[in-house]
């Protein structure tokens, strides 16, 4: 078991012929992934690299079945990207394209939700993978093991440190997934912990932020709700310096959350284990499984 | 800072401009363009211009140094003349003057530019500011009846003193709203109209210009019954500049760190700080963990530098010339892990750097990820003092003992 995505799940690639699309779209495959159409406007009819290639999401998924996309449109284009998919009716868009707009990002995640009926994971992200099943975006698979840690992330490489340190000690993942940087995501850390709750696979969570927004401070009110299942935690940028100042607004509205201290001591009171250097992830997760385990015998 | 700039990076775009922060003068200029009121006034580079423009306004001016930093005020950066004479010596010695106010850091700004206003007679300010909640993920209207330089203090102790107005998406800032602020402010008559035209106009500048953040503070009621924006700060969403091309030439590069400067020539993601450890790194979150081990082992990094997803190896090799030219570093790591950015690409790129200028202190590489035995192989053979290490607190703990030697 998994979440969101597994072994069955048919992905088509949004802008399959640029360079990026190109080459993380073979990664997938060698992965395992079923990549089973492409989608470049003007392409259409083409074959590329042994995938066929359609002008429109609706005719790729009308002709192929696919049941996620995987999205590598160049800023200016991705949000349309974003909202075809949503209209063809695919259940799930991920979309790898750093540099959106926030205004595009706005009226986006508002579409979505008055639908109801697509998740975006991202953008400005590194996907999601299911360890040994299949790898929907642009992280190196090999460093990746199947197993029973969920790992979710606003970073990418940093994410890739975690999970490099549980597989060297043995420990393997349910499901990873960067839910990107940007202000403005399709998935917040909530959405994932809530599936990582409800996954029978699934017996720890990694949740690894940074410094802006509140998205950790909701995670860990979340997790203390309605977890019972262990979280370790690391916080990007404890010792990054006092910002440039942005305004009063941005004070304003954020109401003192959003600093490296204030997200620590707020997951720490939630009941999360959060360590101070990324180094520590893997041997707390270690030990997180091992008091699991201790009190279900 | 950092978690702001994390998003700049933009995928095989080297060169493009990643950022620009305007002066306050610009800022009311485009705020203007929406119908905002503002005093009449105009900027100067040099004491004669100064003194014309305060002899146009009759005499009696303001003069506010324009840079980019705020709390100008209490550092010495906005004076009142009574007269033309006085106007031209307070110019004399503002231009040119370093300004140190809480936000420039000891340092201070070199004063280039002066903004000579009208004066006012201030019955009221209010404060007034459209920003981005990232916990709805849509934009939210703020205004207060107490506007001025407490305002986030105001916001702290009395939420309840700032009225909040969430815009919807897909409908906008409606009427109804920008009346509901007007009225919830104390606004009366004509001043409800006045201010439901300035909300709305700045709503409107905000979303035309892609704006991160617009605020108008203080909004003043003159003794006369009109409003106006005293003061005005308007930041805009760098994922956005390119499609607005007159407001990239609104960059003063004056006002920025040389090397950040370099870097943003290059589409590099670069912060100069004040330690010995030069970093490489690609990716945002990595970048500052990297940080946090340097600090943690007792070390002090020297800048944030994020490579980014898609960096080419002209980008790493000019990040890499940008590291040695900060004469405070002492050593570099470079802590990469693969995704997008290939190994073997930011190998080429510090080797051909190594090549270029040679380097003059030891690095430590802590290589994983996409065709990483490629790049180990690329910078051993670079000729470099290289140390490779295993994991970032190993690295971590050898760039700072290599940085402590020297």
């Known amino acids: ?297 | 800072m950092l978690a702001e700039r994390r998003n700049r990076c933009q995928k095989g775009l080297s060169g493009r401009i990643r950022r620009v922060k305007i002066h306050e003068y610009q800022a009311k200029q485009i705020l203007a363009r929406f119908g905002v009121p503002v005093p009449k006034g105009e900027v100067a580079f040099n004491p004669k211009d100064a003194a014309a423009i305060a002899a146009r306004l009759g005499g009696r001016a303001v003069l506010k140094a324009q840079i980019h930093a705020g709390g100008r005020g209490k550092g010495g950066g906005v004076k009142i003349a009574a007269n033309v004479e006085e106007a031209d010596q307070i110019a004399r010695q503002m231009i040119g003057m370093t300004l140190v106010t809480p936000q420039t850091g000891p340092a201070g700004r070199k004063v280039r530019r002066v903004l000579v206003e009208e004066t006012l007679q201030i019955a009221r300010e209010i404060y007034v500011g459209v920003t981005l909640d990232r916990g709805r993920g849509a934009p939210v209207v703020m205004a207060s009846a107490e506007g001025g330089v407490n305002i986030e203090e105001i916001a702290r102790d009395r939420p309840e003193a700032i009225l909040r107005e969430p815009v919807d998406p897909l409908l906008g800032f409606r009427a109804y709203q920008a009346r509901r602020l007007a009225f919830g402010l104390g606004l009366k008559g004509d001043e409800v109209k006045q201010a439901v035209s300035i909300f709305t106009g700045l709503m409107r500048a905000c979303e035309e210009t892609d704006a991160s953040l617009a605020e108008i503070n203080p909004l003043i009621v003159t003794t006369q019954g009109a409003l106006m924006a005293l003061d005005a700060k308007v930041n805009f969403d760098d994922n956005a500049l390119f499609r607005h091309p007159e407001i990239r030439e609104l960059r003063d590069t004056d006002e920025e760190e040389p090397l950040e400067v370099e870097a943003s020539a290059h589409g590099l993601n670069y912060i100069k700080l004040d330690g010995t450890v030069g970093c490489m790194v690609n990716g945002a979150g990595l970048a500052m963990a990297t940080m946090d081990v340097i600090k943690l082992v007792g070390g002090a990094p020297a800048n944030f530098l994020d490579v980014g997803g898609g960096a080419s190896a002209e980008q790493v090799a000019a990040a890499f010339r940008i590291l040695m030219a900060d004469p405070k570093v002492k050593a570099v790591l470079i802590n990469i892990f693969g995704g997008i950015l290939r190994v073997d690409v930011l190998a080429r790129g510090v080797a051909d750097a190594a090549r270029q200028v040679g380097v003059k202190f030891p690095v430590v590489a802590r290589l994983e990820g996409t065709n990483v035995e490629e790049g180990r192989r690329i910078l051993q053979q670079a000729g470099l003092n290289l140390t490779l290490a295993d994991g970032m607190l190993d690295a971590a703990r050898k760039v700072v003992g290599l940085a402590g030697n020297r």
Do not use: W
Not at chain 1, 27 to 38: D, F, K, L, P
Not at chain 1, 107 to 121: D, S
Not at chain 1, 176 to 202: A, E
Not at chain 1, 222 to 233: H, L, Q, T
């Open chain 1, 1 to 297: 078991m998994s979440i969101l995505v597994d072994s069955k799940s048919r992905v088509l690639v949004q802008g399959i012929t640029g360079r990026e699309g190109t080459f993380h779209s073979r990664a997938c495959r060698e992965y395992g992934t079923a990549i089973v159409a492409g989608v470049t406007p003007g392409r259409g009819g083409s074959d590329h690299e042994g995938v066929p290639v359609f002008h429109t999401v609706r005719e790729a998924v009308e002709k192929t079945g696919a049941d996620v996309s995987l999205i590598f449109v160049p800023p200016v284009a991705a949000a349309d990207a974003i909202l075809e998919s949503a209209d063809a009716g695919l259940p799930l868009v991920v979309c790898i394209t750093e540099g959106i707009p926030i205004a595009d990002m706005v009226k986006v995640r508002a579409t979505l939700e008055r639908r109801g009926t697509t998740r975006l994971i991202g953008p400005n992200c590194p996907g999601i993978i299911t360890p040994g099943a299949c790898k929907i975006g642009i992280m190196p698979g090999y460093i990746h093991k199947p197993g029973p840690v969920g790992v979710v992330s606003r970073s990418g490489t940093l994410t890739y440190e975690a999970v490099a340190q549980l597989t060297r000690r043995g420990i393997g993942q349910s499901t990873c997934i960067g839910i990107g940087g940007d202000p403005i995501s399709g998935t917040s850390f909530v959405d994932v912990l809530r599936l990582f709750q409800q996954d029978p696979v699934t017996e720890a969570v990694v949740l690894i932020g940074e410094i802006g927004g509140g998205a950790e401070e909701e995670a860990a009110r979340f997790a203390r709700r309605e977890m019972n299942k262990p979280i370790v935690s690391f916080i990007a940028g404890q010792t990054a310096p006092p910002g440039r100042r942005m305004g009063h607004a941005g004070a304003i509205i954020s109401g003192g959350q959003g600093t490296a201290a204030g997200k620590m001591k707020t997951l720490e009171d939630c009941g999360v284990r959060v360590v101070r250097s990324p180094e520590e992830i893997g041997e707390s997760v270690e030990r997180a499984l091992k008091d699991t385990s201790g009190r279900r015998r």
